[in-house]
């Protein structure tokens, strides 16, 4: 068990441009979560996968976000035409199931800014 | 609206000393409420969750206490150490058509030798 590797850890692009996030869940875990998380915020859900169905996507998530998890194991997300807003630390999640309930581990993450 | 909110302030207490942070939620009906810890820098981690049917749950020097009526739970560090300072995030984790787990905005807990 490695735990939940997220990459890059660390992300610096101009305004406009397209990034790509990648996350690998610990093998066994069925379940991956994307949020978003701001200086001071708690991590704000953006989206999330069982296997390689994507259930639900918030309405924060605007059209230049999408999300894949091509055979259910990792998953990327990418971010097309960044904005200044866009800046965040981006945390990846899987779900180890514990008498019903979603425990998330969490990986380290990956921080965004846009110049 | 659907709303979770944390003690607003940071929390400064004395090493030896009881901590004790809320969180209050309304317009949700969890069937868990967990708590993670995070650190600088690094992803939440998992401490412990209790169900709704649960008053409250103990493990270590941690406990919490969960009550479905006033939409509450109270998290207690007894014996705080500085070692426990962090950013301390309730989680409702959601039962509808799809699961989600929704984190409220953290209590940064400082304790001071």
């Known amino acids: 068990d490695t735990g939940v590797s997220q990459d890059p850890r660390h992300k610096i692009t101009k305004r406009g441009q397209n990034v790509t996030f990648r996350c690998d869940p610990i093998s066994e875990h069925n379940r991956l979560y994307w949020y978003r998380q701001t200086l001071g915020q708690g991590p704000e859900f953006l989206t999330y996968?069982?296997?390689?169905?994507?259930?639900?996507k918030s309405r924060l998530l605007s059209d230049r976000f999408s999300a894949e998890r091509p055979k259910g194991s990792f998953s990327t997300l990418e971010i097309q035409r960044t904005e200044q807003g866009d800046s965040a630390m981006y945390l990846c999640?899987?779900?180890?199931?514990?008498?019903?309930?979603?425990?998330?581990?969490f990986g380290a993450g990956s921080r965004l800014t846009v110049l | 609206s659907q709303k979770i909110e944390q003690n607003s302030e940071a929390l400064n207490i004395q090493e030896g000393k009881t901590a004790t942070l809320t969180c209050n939620y309304t317009?949700?009906?969890?069937?868990?409420l967990q708590w993670y810890r995070q650190d600088p820098g690094r992803g939440p981690v998992f401490l412990l969750l209790?169900?709704?049917?649960?008053k409250e749950k103990r493990k270590e020097r941690l406990k919490v206490t969960f009550d479905t009526t006033l939409k509450q739970s109270l998290f207690h560090i007894t014996a705080s150490q500085p070692a426990d300072s962090a950013t301390y995030l309730c989680?409702?984790?959601?039962?509808?058509?799809?699961?989600?787990?929704?984190f409220g905005p953290g209590t940064s807990l400082s304790v001071i030798p």
């Open positions: 989680a409702l984790d959601i039962k509808t058509s799809y699961d989600k787990v929704i």
């Open positions: 317009n949700y009906s969890p069937a868990y």
């Open positions: 999640a899987s779900r180890k199931q514990i008498t019903g309930a979603n425990v998330l581990t």
């Open positions: 209790i169900r709704e049917n649960e």
């Open positions: 996968f069982q296997n390689e169905a994507q259930l639900e």
